[in-house]
């Protein structure tokens, strides 16, 4: 044993990871608890935005899964204490500049893909995945089509 675990984080608050740890491990069933964990935000960059939330909870999910979000995806979206994904201001703006960055699809709240349907705004360039929370998103990223639960495996 190594002692407790650390959690570290560079770029994003260490109380925004834990809570994202617990919403991992309540909502989504991944068993994360007594594990090191080190967060750093490329570039130098500070990220204080709740839009960060859903990168941040599939970032460490990836992680514990051992398996990588899959190329050319991006994720935007807040995480609530329920694990459900809320939606987030200027989705439309989002995905133009996600999309002009080079991504193929997009991993958001459920809420902003319907708005952004009722404004007639879906962008044909890039493939939406709506997710309703957490566990939603995790499955739409890392579950094969087997349809094999990866939160479950301990």
Do not use: W
């Amino acid at each position: 044993s190594y002692g407790p675990p650390r959690v570290t984080a560079i770029g994003v608050e260490v109380s925004r990871v834990l809570l994202m740890l617990n919403i991992l491990e309540r909502q989504a069933g991944l068993r994360v608890t007594g594990h090191d964990v080190f967060v750093n935000v490329a570039g130098g960059i500070k990220i204080t935005e709740p839009a960060v939330d859903l990168a941040l909870a599939a970032a460490l999910a990836s992680s514990k899964l051992d398996l990588p979000i899959p190329q050319r995806t991006a994720l935007f979206g807040e995480v609530g204490l329920t694990g459900e994904v809320r939606s987030v201001g200027q989705a439309s703006i989002r995905l133009a500049e996600v999309t002009k960055l080079g991504f193929e699809r997009c991993v958001l709240s459920e809420s902003n893909v319907e708005a952004l349907r009722t404004e007639g705004a879906l962008p044909r360039n890039i493939q939406l995945t709506a997710a309703r929370n957490v566990r939603d998103a995790i499955r739409t990223l890392f579950v094969p089509e087997s349809g094999a639960n990866p939160g479950e495996e301990g």
